[in-house]
């Protein structure tokens, strides 16, 4: 199936570093939303992105959707350990409202 | 707690045999997904449920998979003569008007 093109597929940095990652399509979405999963759980909602060229904050994460709607970037500032976990864009579209995930970016954080 | 839940969250079984998973949704979500997550990959759709009407499925749901809400409420998946490729993540999530939000799975291995 479709997977969304995520950057980069890893991360190592050091704990107070901020972080940067960000996802495209080839398919315009009319939601952008980004998850974190930790090993054996399910995703865990972050950030929703309803509007195109909407720039939203959740404490230390802020994330953006592009005007273009085919991509969106998640930065997180001042990482601390529990940030570790692998981050998904999703993009939602269709009556439906399902979700099409991006392959997903594995930070580590050290301290 | 009042998030999405699935049962069991392991199940080791052996080729050939037949396997069910069940989900509750969020109670007052009308809207029910299955999603399957492989190793190293984002969570991939499989199918989706309004109430209790099954109204779109995935092309990865072959003849051997079969989902239900019967009471529109909780779904069940059941995999039929299960093969190695099977195993993965099987991720439930259900919707409000704006988010989806997914339980913690169960993971399948298939021997």
């Known amino acids: 199936g479709q997977q969304l093109n995520q950057s980069p597929q890893s991360m190592f940095i050091q704990e107070g570093e901020d972080v940067s990652m960000n996802c495209t399509s080839s398919?315009?979405?009319?939601?952008w939303l980004w998850y974190k999963q930790e090993p054996g759980e399910g995703p865990v909602l972050l950030i929703a992105?309803?509007?195109?060229?909407e720039l939203t904050s959740n404490g230390r994460l802020t994330a953006q959707f592009g005007i273009t709607r085919k991509d969106s970037f998640l930065n997180i500032s001042a990482s601390i350990p529990s940030d570790v976990g692998i981050y998904f864009c999703a993009g939602q579209t269709g009556t439906a409202s399902k979700l099409t995930f991006g392959t997903g970016t594995r930070l580590q954080v050290t301290l | 707690d009042t998030g999405v839940s699935q049962d069991p969250r392991h199940k080791i079984t052996k080729r050939g045999q037949n396997v069910t998973f069940r989900c509750d949704p969020i109670?007052?979500?009308?809207?029910l997904y299955w999603y399957r997550q492989t190793l190293g990959q984002g969570p991939e759709f499989l199918t989706y449920?309004?109430?209790?009407?099954?109204?779109?499925k995935s092309r990865l749901l072959s003849d051997r998979f079969s989902a239900e809400r019967p009471k529109g409420s909780f779904s069940t998946l059941e995999i039929q003569r299960t093969e190695q490729g099977d195993s993965a993540m099987y991720l439930c999530a259900s919707r409000d008007q704006l988010r989806t939000y997914f339980g913690p799975g169960t993971r399948l291995l298939v021997l």
């Open positions: 109670s007052e979500h009308n809207r």
């Open positions: 992105l309803y509007k195109a060229g």
């Open positions: 449920f309004q109430n209790e009407a099954q109204l779109e």
């Open positions: 398919s315009i979405f009319n939601t």
